[in-house]
């Protein structure tokens, strides 16, 4: 069990009572600080601030003992607390009108047992604190406390000896629409909130409660637990209808990236179609392919000198590049030779066996032509080759 020295009025604290006596102050207690700190005896009258400090309390009470005392209540609890600490010392403050908050009295434990543990999420623990102290004039003390105190055990108790004689008016200070208690309501305030209430519910107050959703007789409410079946109903919907959502979403990426590809194809043919175009549009558009291939012409040619001086079988096979037109839309698909003319420089000079020209390959540029000699003579000269090409697009 905590056990705490004599409560030691600090020389700051003297000096507020010395104006007290002489009718040149007032005082009023402001807070109670708690401090893991240890201090001697002889150290207290002289303190003017506490180090350490981990808690700090607002006045709950205070009430006068007698002329020239008070008693003052406070409570401390650990729902703040993280890490726990020794309660070493106690600290009063009260406000000087002339050098305001000041250090007033302090008191030490100890037996060295006071210990505030921290809040493990379930248990509360707390301490409830009564000072008594001499002020030289009792009635130079306010008596008024902070409404955000903490209740103490005390005034839990002057409540319940006061209950029975406690009145409320329903007057014209009856709030206007309904109100949540709050922490800071006096009694008067909570019963007339209570009162709002229960005249707005009317007869729903007193109802008779439903545990079914088929109920449809007057006079009934719903019992929370169809709240509970309810709502899981809801969700369950809410699930299905993410899932329903989740599948519409895919077969909408899924028609339009289709509609985007299809887009592209008759584009490609020839008929500008947007990505976004309506089934119709696209329709329409197909019909609107040409399926008649498309022919252009090209020419091109190719020369090659040779010299040989002997009577041989010679035999002499060349080519050259013909670039390929280009039509917007469409591809070539097809290269043939429509016109080929060959002879040689001089001319007439050699007797040839054999002359032939082909297309030897293509892409969508250019078409390689390639031709050939076969003769049994002497010739020095240049072989001349000349083409036309069709060129077939689709």
Not at 75 to 104: C, H, S, V
Not at 107 to 136: F, H, K, R, W
Not at 224 to 237: F, S, Y
Not at 349 to 357: F, N, V
Request: with cysteine.
């Amino acid at each position: 069990m905590a056990e705490f020295s004599k409560l030691i009025i600090t020389k700051k604290g003297q000096a507020l009572i010395a104006k007290l006596i002489a009718g040149t102050g007032s005082m009023e207690f402001t807070r109670v600080s708690t401090s893991d700190a240890v201090y001697g005896q002889e150290e207290l009258e002289d303190l003017t601030a506490l180090s350490g400090i981990r808690q700090t309390s607002l006045i709950s009470k205070i009430v006068r003992s007698n002329e020239v005392a008070i008693k003052i209540d406070t409570a401390f609890q650990n729902l703040d607390l993280t890490a726990g600490y020794y309660m070493r010392t106690l600290g009063l403050y009260a406000a000087d009108p002339e050098e305001g908050e000041i250090l007033y009295a302090v008191t030490t434990e100890t037996s060295g047992n006071c210990y505030m543990p921290p809040y493990n999420g379930v248990t509360v623990s707390g301490a409830y604190v009564q000072l008594i102290t001499t002020v030289g004039n009792a009635d130079s003390v306010s008596l008024e406390v902070d409404a955000a105190a903490t209740a103490t055990i005390g005034n839990i108790r002057d409540l319940r000896d006061n209950l029975d004689r406690v009145s409320v008016r329903f007057d014209e200070t009856e709030p206007e629409v309904r109100e949540n208690i709050q922490s800071q309501d006096t009694l008067g305030i909570i019963l007339r909130k209570v009162h709002k209430w229960l005249a707005d519910l009317r007869g729903g107050a007193f109802s008779a409660v439903a545990n079914n959703c088929t109920t449809a007789e007057e006079g009934h409410v719903l019992d929370a637990r169809q709240g509970k079946i309810l709502q899981e109903g809801v969700e369950e919907i809410r699930i299905e209808v993410t899932e329903v959502n989740s599948i519409v979403d895919q077969l909408k990426k899924s028609v339009a990236d289709g509609k985007a590809l299809i887009a592209s194809a008759i584009t490609s043919k020839g008929v500008s179609t947007a990505a976004g175009a309506e089934f119709d549009t696209m329709a329409n558009n197909i019909k609107g392919i040409s399926t008649t291939p498309h022919i252009e012409s090209v020419s091109g040619s190719g020369s090659y000198s040779v010299n040989y001086d002997d009577n041989q079988d010679r035999r002499f096979t060349g080519s050259f590049s013909v670039s390929l037109g280009v039509v917007a839309g469409k591809s070539v698909v097809g290269v043939c030779i429509s016109d080929a003319t060959t002879n040689t420089e001089p001319q007439g000079y050699l007797a040839t066996r054999e002359r032939r020209t082909w297309v030897s390959s293509w892409n969508q540029s250019t078409a390689t032509v390639s031709f050939y000699f076969h003769w049994n003579c002497k010739f020095r000269g240049t072989m001349h080759c000349s083409v036309t090409l069709s060129v077939i697009y689709a």
